[in-house]
């Protein structure tokens, strides 16, 4: 199946400071990609749509100046968590549709997940 | 407003046993449907999907069935094995291919037990 890895898996930073996360698609390219956020007990929470060669589209309530998506490939989209706060904790987590599958089947494959914790 | 419900947040089976998670929708617009499985601290990886022109889709010891009236869809697992216990997601979207966004459910917890 195809792969998604994402960079870091785990993070501790301190209040204030920006955070990247890498979005990549080891075996096949992504036009698109999206940035998903899961709370404890919660749902994914869809946050932006990544199109490489665009800008991102923010789901509403997402602050785009706060969470910075630059899709550079159609391999890496990034999201940089901009002057973080402890609220900003939580697991980011991105997926990919790949190019070649994407007008027949509408299957996100996801990466592993970041863990982001602000303090 | 929840788009994609699943009402039961957990759900306990028997080793061997039938586990049958069930998903609710109320966007008539939506088509394509999946479900996901998610492990803590992973991300969500793919398990089946199914199209609105079919009621049922099976793959293996997973099937899910469609319900298109009722707006309902439910995932059958035969036989339950300890190694299914996870969270599940079902996921719709307005359709079958494109870059349509999912919308997700709030999960399912299922539990296995030997």
């Known amino acids: 199946g195809a792969v998604v890895s994402q960079h870091p898996s785990r993070v501790i930073c301190k209040s204030g400071t920006s955070v990247k996360i890498e979005c990549r698609s080891l075996?096949?390219?992504?036009?698109?990609m999206f940035w998903y956020r899961q709370f404890p007990k919660k749902s994914l929470m869809l946050m932006a749509t990544?199109?490489?060669?665009?800008?991102?589209?923010?789901e509403q309530g997402v602050e785009k100046d706060k969470f910075l998506i630059n899709h550079a490939s159609l391999t890496l989209s990034t999201l940089t968590v901009t002057s973080a706060h402890p609220e900003d904790s939580s697991f980011y987590i991105c997926?990919?549709?790949?190019?070649?599958?994407?007008?027949?089947?509408?299957?996100?494959?996801f990466g592993p997940g970041t863990r982001l914790t602000v303090l | 407003d929840q788009q994609v419900k699943q009402n039961s947040p957990s759900l306990s089976v028997q080793e061997g046993r039938i586990s049958i998670l069930n998903c609710d929708y109320t966007?008539?617009?939506?088509?394509?449907f999946l479900w996901y499985k998610k492990y803590p601290a992973e991300g969500p990886t793919f398990l089946i999907s199914?199209?609105?022109?079919?009621d049922k889709n099976e793959d293996g010891r997973f099937t899910v069935f469609l319900n298109k009236s009722a707006k309902h869809l439910s995932l059958h697992i035969v036989p339950s094995q300890p190694g299914d216990s996870a969270v599940y997601f079902c996921?719709?979207?307005?359709?079958?291919?494109?870059?349509?966004?999912?919308?997700f459910g709030k999960g399912t917890k299922l539990t296995v037990n030997p």
């Open positions: 997926s990919a549709l790949p190019d070649i599958t994407r007008f027949y089947y509408n299957e996100q494959f």
């Open positions: 075996d096949f390219q992504a036009t698109t």
């Open positions: 990544s199109n490489e060669g665009s800008k991102a589209t923010y």
């Open positions: 966007n008539s617009m939506f088509d394509y």
């Open positions: 199914i199209s609105s022109i079919k």
């Open positions: 996921a719709s979207s307005p359709s079958q291919g494109g870059s349509e966004k999912l919308v």
